[in-house]
Nanobody
Framework: QVQLVESGGGSVQTGGSLRLACAASGDTAGNFIMGWFRQAPGKEREGVAAITRAGIIKYADSVKGRFTISQDNAKNTLYLQMNSLQPEDTAMYYC?????????????????WGQGTQVTVSS
């Protein structure tokens, strides 16, 4: 089992920045893909970015050039630096993990989920 706890959400104005963090604990040894997902009211959950243990990264087209995913393997912590935030980025942001090496951005491929942290961007 893997436990995930997100932090760092908040409210910002358009063009602002936020940094999310996700602390992982439990059975984190081995190959895990870590990812960030988001879900806006009335919309399906969507993948934002994912990273392998070795640091291979995949981004959703909507956040390329604005968001940066990173990890500190020694601290078992995942990060999401979000710059140039727009109102359409408003959502609950979730950290997730899956065992294996395939770099999916599909929510159904992930086994473990955090509780989420709210990001609100006002115009």
């Amino acid at each position: 089992q893997v436990q995930l706890v997100e932090s760092g959400g908040g409210s910002v104005q358009t063009g602002g920045s936020l940094r999310l963090a996700c602390a992982a604990s439990g059975d984190t040894a081995g190959n895990f893909i870590m990812g960030w997902f988001r879900q806006a009211p009335g919309k399906e959950r969507e993948g934002v970015a994912a990273i392998t243990r070795a640091g291979i990264i995949k981004y959703a087209d909507s956040v390329k050039g604005r968001f940066t995913i990173s990890q500190d393997n020694a601290k078992n912590t995942l990060y999401l630096q979000m710059n140039s935030l727009q109102p359409e980025d408003t959502a609950m942001y979730y950290c997730a993990a899956r065992a294996g090496t395939a770099l999916w951005l599909t929510p159904s491929k992930y086994d473990y989920w955090g509780q989420g942290t709210q990001v609100t961007v006002s115009s």
